[in-house]
T-cell receptor
Framework: TQLLEQSPQFLSIQEGENLTVYCNSS?????LQWYRQEPGEGPVLLVT?????EVKKLKRLTFQFGDARKDSSLHITAAQPGDTGLYLC?????????????FGQGTILTVHP | NAGVTQTPKFQVLKTGQSMTLQCAQD?????MSWYRQDPGMGLRLIHY???????DQGEVPNGYNVSRSTTEDFPLRLLSAAPSQTSVYFC???????????????FGPGTRLTVL
């Protein structure tokens, strides 16, 4: 069973601050996804990264995939209260693991006005 | 398109009762999965399917059964409910990318289950 460690588990910051969430594994991902979940709803995909070293930007969110494809990070610049939510990373592994994702424990982000 | 639908939205069971959580998708996706979400533990995979007639166990399969007779439906059965199965259950569907990996997963709204 592949393990996917996500940190920190909780983040409470003021509006305008920057933050980074990390996702790490001892195994190589074939691809990695980041999701955001609002209370009472299912997760919604933010981005998928596939290539080692890849960087993707989504407005104030920057996603990076490690060169060895074992880690990823989500950086939010100038956080806003609307960014509040649960952020989840999810890794797809190759070989016989096709068809399934392994999720990290999640990061609960609270941005105070 | 309705996307992924789940019923019921809420359910309370007594220990030992059985029930089926329903999941349906209208996007013609090959892959479907069931997850449970507990505080501080993210989403844990229970069972998944890569096509009609094909299912496999995930990380926490004990106490649950699945079948996939059609592309659209993927019900989850609790055989004999236990308090440890109190959780929020999410069904998800996706299509594989060119390499067979899981593409964007579309999640249903979830079923909140309490076992007394």
């Amino acid at each position: 069973t592949q393990l996917l460690e996500q940190s920190p588990q909780f983040l409470s910051i003021q509006e305008g601050e920057n933050l980074t969430v990390y996702c790490n594994s001892s195994s190589v991902f074939s691809s990695l996804q980041w999701y955001r979940q609002e209370p009472g709803e299912g997760p919604v995909l933010l981005v998928t990264v596939v290539t080692g070293g890849e960087v993707k930007k989504l407005k104030r969110l920057t996603f990076q995939f490690g060169d060895a494809r074992k880690d990823s990070s989500l950086h939010i610049t100038a956080a806003q209260p609307g960014d509040t939510g649960l952020y989840l990373c999810a890794g797809a592994y190759g070989g016989t693991s096709y068809g399934k994702l392994t999720f990290g424990q999640g990061t609960i982000l609270t941005v105070h006005p | 398109n309705a996307g992924v639908t789940q019923t019921p939205k809420f359910q309370v069971l007594k220990t030992g009762q059985s029930m089926t959580l329903q999941c349906a998708q209208d996007m013609n996706h090959e892959y479907m999965s069931w997850y449970r979400q507990d505080p501080g533990m993210g989403l844990r995979l229970i069972h998944y399917s890569v096509g009609a007639g094909i299912t496999d166990q995930g990380e926490v399969p004990n106490g649950y059964n699945v079948s996939r007779s059609t592309t659209e439906d993927f019900p989850l059965r609790l055989l004999s409910a236990a308090p440890s199965q109190t959780s929020v259950y999410f069904c998800a569907s996706s299509s594989p990318d060119f390499a067979g990996r899981v593409n964007e997963q579309f999640f249903g709204p979830g079923t909140r289950l309490t076992v007394l």
